[in-house]
């Protein structure tokens, strides 16, 4: 069995200003984790400080973490050194002090031989009866473990149960799993290579991003390990808005979806993830972005979602002409799914008006839309509407011209009008009518949007289809089919 499978946090260790170890703050700290979902502790690992700690420190510090842990999750202890007897020391007492495994580096500075590294792991490992996980990274040990070594060594030694590897080369990682049969425990020793680490078939990470995004780091590798490889992380631009969140609050009890960092003007609000005041100080990357901001954000956010590669879901209505050209250009470069009307009852809608316009224009029934929403919203007719009519319109080759106001007009109504009028007040989500008025009958086709979340509902299913899409204008239709 595993030590642990998923993300190991390799462990900071606070200081006080006067270089002490700061007990009460790694209390709380692996509190954080633990609630944070990390899935095993990695005390005085390299980001743990451990080689400036003195010898009582580190097993001090590994004692506390011990007890504070209380067995919720496993808890392993850095105890390599580049001399044999003191990683001997240190491993046997951090054994002594209740650590579930050991993860010990290779010796750093004396560039041993590969027999001379077996020398060493083997002669740590029989000092103990717990798992040890090796720690390979030549840049900052100046050697490498070969594949066939590492393999060796798990053959040979019944305890060495694993590897974290941070060397950076794929073709080493495969090596290790060929090498060893499949059969040694691989960690990913970097975050940016968490998932194809685990794509070789490792069980892992130990993370230094665990440290701050604790959550976001459990969920990518869980997600992995669970087979849900389309899992999506996304950049929520407008995050402070109405509806980025009512999507925050949505994707949280989405397991297949992750908000990794929103994007917001307004910093009133405090989320479960990183938020930046733009997109030009967003340094976290996502799989898609969800936007949902206003117009005038549009065009940066474009200019980001190309040169970023990432493909963004657009919500936003009231995009001038200048700007839908804009949306075509870039989804040459990267995909965008932009649709006036996120929710799937309209764009089944969508789909219902074309046949029935196919079928009673001819019988001479005019066309009208009437939209009523919040006195709150911005933009008129609402970008629905104008859907709505585009798509009847499309139908019919173009014959309709869009008529919004009949205040000036002293004529008859024309058949190759479409009226389309807007109602603003109170808090009305979104409601709209088509009416089909013949010659003693009329028919309404009616869509009422009760609360926000169908909207976002349908922006987080996008997301998921987009997430990985080749570039190109996508709308709700591909996601729908
Ligand atoms: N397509 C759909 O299904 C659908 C549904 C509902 C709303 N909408 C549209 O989505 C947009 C947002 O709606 P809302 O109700 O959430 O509005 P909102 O005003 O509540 O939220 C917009 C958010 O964007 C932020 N923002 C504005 N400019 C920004 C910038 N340059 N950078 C970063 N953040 C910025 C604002 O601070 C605000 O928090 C509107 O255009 C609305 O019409 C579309």
């Known amino acids: 069995m595993s030590l642990f499978e998923g993300a190991g946090v390799a462990l900071v260790t606070p200081m006080k200003e006067n270089g002490e170890v700061n007990y009460e703050k790694l209390g709380e700290i692996v509190e954080m984790q633990i609630n944070g979902g990390s899935d095993a502790i990695i005390v005085c690992g390299t980001t743990g400080e451990a080689s400036t700690l003195t010898h009582e420190e580190h097993l001090e510090c590994i004692k506390a973490v011990v007890d504070f842990t209380a067995k919720r999750i496993p808890v392993i202890a850095g105890t390599g050194s580049n001399c044999t007897s003191t990683a001997v020391y240190l491993s046997t007492e951090a054994y002594k002090r209740g650590a579930d495994g050991l993860l010990v580096v290779s010796p750093y500075y004396n560039k041993a031989t590969q027999n001379g590294l077996k020398k060493h792991f083997l002669t740590i490992a029989g000092s103990v009866s717990i798992p040890v996980i090796l720690y390979n990274i030549k840049g900052r040990t100046g050697v490498n473990i070969n594949a066939k070594t590492i393999a060796e060594l798990a053959k040979e030694a019944g305890n060495i149960v694993g590897v974290k590897e941070a060397c950076g080369d794929i073709s080493q990682v495969a090596d290790i799993m060929y090498y060893s049969h499949g059969e040694l425990d691989l960690y990913s020793g970097n975050d940016d290579q968490i998932v194809p680490v685990m794509s070789l078939g490792g069980k892992g990470v130990i993370s230094v991003l665990s440290n701050i995004l604790p959550d976001v780091t459990h969920d990518i590798a869980a997600k992995y390990l669970a087979g849900d490889v389309a899992g999506s992380c996304i950049l929520m631009h407008g995050c402070n808005g109405k509806m980025g969140q009512v999507i925050t609050h949505l994707a949280a009890e989405d397991e297949n979806v992750t908000i990794a960092v929103g994007v917001d003007a307004y910093d009133g609000i405090v989320n479960d993830y990183p938020v930046f005041s733009s997109?030009?100080?967003?340094?976290?990357?996502?799989?898609?972005?969800?936007?949902?901001?206003?117009?005038?954000?549009?065009?940066?956010?474009?200019?980001?979602?190309?040169?970023?590669?990432?493909?963004?879901?657009?919500?936003?209505?009231?995009?001038?002409?200048?700007?839908?050209?804009?949306?075509?250009?870039?989804?040459?470069?990267?995909?965008?799914?932009?649709?006036?009307?996120?929710s799937i009852g309209i764009n089944v809608i969508l789909k219902l008006l074309r046949d029935a316009v196919s079928r009673f224009a001819p019988e001479g029934f005019d066309v009208e839309i009437v939209e009523?929403?919040?006195?709150?919203?911005?933009?008129?007719?609402?970008?629905?509407?104008?859907?709505?009519?585009?798509?009847?319109?499309?139908?019919?080759?173009?014959?309709?011209?869009?008529?919004?106001?009949?205040?000036?007009?002293?004529?008859?109504?024309?058949?190759?009008?479409?009226?389309?009028?807007?109602?603003?007040?109170?808090?009305?989500?979104?409601?709209?009518?088509?009416?089909?008025?013949?010659?003693?009958?009329?028919?309404?086709?009616?869509?009422?949007?009760?609360?926000?979340?169908?909207?976002a509902k349908g922006a987080i299913a996008a997301a998921k289809y987009l997430a990985g899409r080749t570039p190109g204008l996508y709308d709700m239709s591909d996601v729908m089919s």
């Not at 919500?315 to 995909?335: F, I, N, P, R, W």
């Open 279 to 342: 997109l030009s100080d967003c340094n976290i990357d996502a799989d898609v972005i969800i936007d949902f901001s206003n117009a005038q954000a549009v065009d940066g956010l474009l200019d980001y979602a190309v040169e970023s590669k990432t493909p963004v879901v657009l919500c936003t209505t009231g995009l001038s002409e200048e700007q839908l050209d804009k949306v075509e250009a870039a989804s040459k470069h990267v995909a965008i799914l932009r649709s006036a009307n996120m």
């Open 372 to 455: 009523k929403h919040h006195n709150q919203k911005l933009d008129a007719p609402s970008g629905t509407a104008i859907a709505l009519a585009d798509a009847m319109n499309d139908e019919m080759n173009g014959m309709y011209e869009y008529v919004y106001d009949r205040s000036q007009v002293r004529q008859k109504r024309d058949k190759k009008e479409l009226g389309i009028s807007a109602v603003r007040g109170g808090n009305i989500v979104g409601e709209h009518d088509v009416i089909f008025a013949g010659t003693d009958e009329v028919i309404t086709i009616s869509h009422s949007a009760h609360s926000k979340a169908i909207f």
